[in-house]
């Protein structure tokens, strides 16, 4: 009750349906989450409390809907070129509501500048959180709620699934029926990262990506296989980073961004970051990072992508 009360203040959006519109219903709703440093956050220690806001689209108005919620990229929802509201059209024409959050507004994060003041794997409370909202919704079926992220938002996607993140918050009443992470970086070993919930996980990754490589995922993908765990990665030929992003038609260089994308990181005492080659805590001094990233959107691989994922998502709802 205390979610949806939050967002009297956030506001409604009521939009009626046009000839052009894949939804009946538009809300815009607040929920409480926590702001935190990533040490913090894997020791379980509390954070800032911060309202964000999420933006469901509903295919269906006067009946329960399956959903998926949705988490930008490092650019916020302005600059994720469009492959949020792209993804978003692609399930609210299958019928599929969609929830996109809003990680960066509620916390004054207003430029590629200010990303670093939020952790990736931190925004593993937003998901949570916004899953708590949802399964109380009359317009959702609590037993169907997928998420979905990009990048930067892969974390929340992948790592909502572990069971010691779980535990430490979330709710035991509510779990999200599938996990989707896009072009997700994988490089960090957390501590019993290999626990999950036994929920179907899918990996998409470009192969020509060069800013979040697929190697480390398929690296986590193989230990999560040898564990029992339900996980799968599918690799696309020739897609780069933001493979599925139409606005990104023309491919987007930016000789002067660092990657961490050879390195391999695991998790230390205390919630440390810890660089495996050195054994040292992580720097941006480290020897593995390089610069050079290329962005652009491959239709053949976008395509593909739809079509895995909705089968993935068939499969994942139909067992609830």
Not at 139 to 151: E, P, Q, R, T, V
Request: proline share 5%; aromatic share 10%.
């Amino acid at each position: 009750m205390r979610q949806f009360m939050i967002c009297l203040f956030i506001g409604v959006l009521l939009l009626a349906p046009d000839a052009n519109a894949q939804f009946a219903r538009q809300e815009v709703l607040g929920f409480t989450s926590e702001t935190m440093s990533e040490g913090d956050f894997l020791t379980g220690k509390a954070g800032t409390s911060v309202i964000l806001a999420g933006y469901l689209r509903l295919p269906k108005a006067n009946e329960k809907n399956p959903v998926v919620v949705l988490f930008h990229g490092a650019g916020g929802l302005l600059g994720d070129n469009g492959m949020v509201n792209e993804w978003s059209r692609i399930f609210n024409e299958a019928g599929i509501a969609t929830f996109v959050v809003d990680s960066y507004s509620g916390r004054g994060v207003a430029t590629l500048a200010d990303v670093t003041r939020v952790s990736a794997i931190t925004r593993v409370v937003d998901a949570f959180r916004a899953l708590d909202l949802l399964s109380k919704h009359p317009l959702i079926d609590a037993h169907k709620i997928a998420i979905m992220g990009f990048s930067h938002g892969g974390n929340a996607a992948l790592y909502s699934s572990v069971v010691r993140f779980q535990k430490l918050y979330g709710n035991p009443d509510v779990r999200y029926a599938a996990h989707v992470s896009v072009y997700g970086p994988c490089w960090t070993k957390y501590r019993e990262d290999e626990v999950l919930d036994q929920r179907p996980v899918l990996l998409l990754h470009g192969m020509a990506d060069n800013w979040v490589p697929a190697a480390a995922c398929r690296e986590y993908v193989e230990r999560l296989t040898k564990a029992g765990m339900n996980a799968r990665l599918i690799e696309y030929p020739g897609a780069y980073h933001l493979f599925d992003s139409p606005s990104a038609r023309q491919p987007i260089k930016f000789p002067q961004v660092t990657t961490p994308r050879n390195c391999r990181f695991a998790e230390g005492d205390g919630g440390a970051i810890m660089n495996l080659a050195t054994r040292q805590p992580a720097s941006p001094n480290d020897a593995c990072l390089e610069k050079g990233v290329t962005l652009q959107y491959n239709e053949a691989a976008a395509r593909k992508a739809h079509e895995d994922v909705m089968a993935f998502l068939k499969d994942a709802f139909a067992q609830k």
